[in-house]
C-alpha cells in the first residue's frame, strides 16, 4: 500500500548520502528502528490504528492537544514528544537551512514526513556533495 501523501516530492531519485546520513551515526538500535520507520513511512499513529479499527479514536493518546495523531502531529507538535524532538531538530535545521528549504510548512513531505532528501532538492540548493553543511 502506498501513500503518496507522505512521499510526496521525491521526483525521479532520492541522495541517499544525506537521506541516510544521521541513520548511519545512531549508536542505539530503538533509534535507527524508529528513523527506519520514518524513512519507510511505517510511523504507527493512532490515525492508522483508528482507519484500521484497532482504536477507537484518532485523537494523539500521549498529549492534552486533542489532535489527531497523523506523522505530522507525532513528529512537529506533539508535546508529549517535544524533549526526544529537540535534539534532532538541532541537527536537521542547519542542513534544511543549507538546502534552502524555508519555513517547516515550505518542506516536500517527503522531507516533513520521512526525513528524505530528494536529489533535485540538493541539486537546486546549490550544494555541493562533498561539502560540510553542518558546518554553517
Not at 54 to 80: I, S
Request: glycine content about 8%; charged content about 30%.
Amino acid at each position: 500500500h502506498r501513500r503518496p501523501r507522505l512521499f510526496a516530492g521525491i521526483g525521479g531519485s532520492i541522495h541517499k548520502g544525506l537521506t541516510l546520513a544521521y541513520l548511519h551515526t545512531c549508536t542505539a538500535e530503538l533509534d535507527k528502528s524508529i528513523l527506519r520507520g520514518a524513512l519507510t513511512g511505517a510511523i504507527w499513529t493512532a490515525v492508522r490504528a483508528n482507519e484500521r479499527g484497532l482504536r477507537p479514536t484518532r485523537v494523539c493518546p500521549y498529549c492534552d492537544k486533542q489532535e489527531p495523531e497523523d506523522e505530522e502531529h507525532l513528529l512537529w507538535r506533539c508535546t508529549a514528544w517535544k524533549a526526544k524532538r529537540e535534539p534532532l531538530i538541532a541537527e536537521i535545521m542547519p542542513l534544511a537551512k543549507a538546502l534552502k528549504l524555508g519555513s517547516l510548512r515550505e518542506w516536500p513531505p517527503c522531507v516533513r514526513l520521512c526525513g528524505i532528501i530528494p536529489d533535485s532538492v540538493v541539486l537546486a540548493s546549490g550544494i555541493g556533495e562533498g561539502e560540510r553543511w553542518r558546518k554553517r
